[in-house]
């Protein structure tokens, strides 16, 4: 069983940076791979950004949705068993709540159905 809090979310101007932290517990939490998604009002959610890893010594995987790519970077801390979101030049349009989401996988997960933990999600609000 794994938990996942997410924090980090708030307002900010367009240009602006955030960060946001996914922090998990349960044993093994590196060998998970965790997405982040976000839901706009009255829009579906989607996919932004995924980590994982193939192999347990290989370096992690990455991938972005197209919309944020060169503009956000997902990294985690395994030591810490967290995964981070930096947001950098945000837009209006990145306005949503953010979630973290998390699957015992080795391969790249963008579905939302794909994932079986989540967390309670964090406000991102951009200014215009």
């Known amino acids: 069983q794994v938990q996942l809090v997410e924090s980090g979310g708030g307002l900010v101007q367009a240009g602006g940076t955030l960060r946001l932290s996914c922090a998990a517990s349960g044993r093994a939490f590196s060998n998970y791979a965790v997405g982040w998604f976000r839901q706009a009002p009255g829009k579906e959610r989607e996919f932004v950004a995924a980590i994982y890893r193939r192999y347990r010594w290989s370096a992690p995987n990455t991938d972005y949705a197209d919309s944020v790519k060169g503009r956000f970077t997902i990294s985690r801390d395994n030591a810490k068993n967290t995964v981070y979101l930096q947001m950098n030049s945000l837009k209006p349009e990145d306005t949503a709540v953010y979630y973290c989401?998390?699957?015992?996988?080795?391969?790249?997960?963008?579905?939302?159905?794909?994932?079986?933990?989540w967390g309670q999600g964090t406000q991102v609000t951009v200014s215009s």
């Open positions: 989401a998390a699957v015992s996988a080795v391969v790249l997960r963008v579905g939302p159905d794909d994932y079986d933990y």
